[in-house]
């Protein structure tokens, strides 16, 4: 794989951290939708360790 791919998931992992993190800090968070989102930034992460 190359390094923009490597590049843009670290990127992905990112954005989905800060996402998480703003949801979290709602009144009321959607649980589903953080659940969804941390499994999204779990498989975004594998897919990193294993290109690394």
């Known amino acids: 794989m190359s390094m923009s791919h490597l590049s843009?998931?670290?990127s992905?992992?990112?954005?989905l951290d800060v996402k998480?993190?703003?949801?979290?800090?709602?009144p009321a968070p959607d649980v589903?939708?953080?659940?969804?989102m941390k499994k999204q930034k779990l498989r975004i992460k594998e897919e990193m360790v294993t290109i690394a």
Do not use: P
């Not at 992905?12 to 954005?15: E, G, K, T």
């Not at 998480?20 to 709602?26: D, Q, V």
């Not at 589903?32 to 969804?36: R, T, V």
């Open 12 to 15: 992905r992992h990112a954005d």
């Open 8 to 10: 843009a998931l670290k």
């Open 32 to 36: 589903g939708l953080l659940a969804q």
């Open 20 to 26: 998480i993190a703003n949801e979290e800090r709602r």
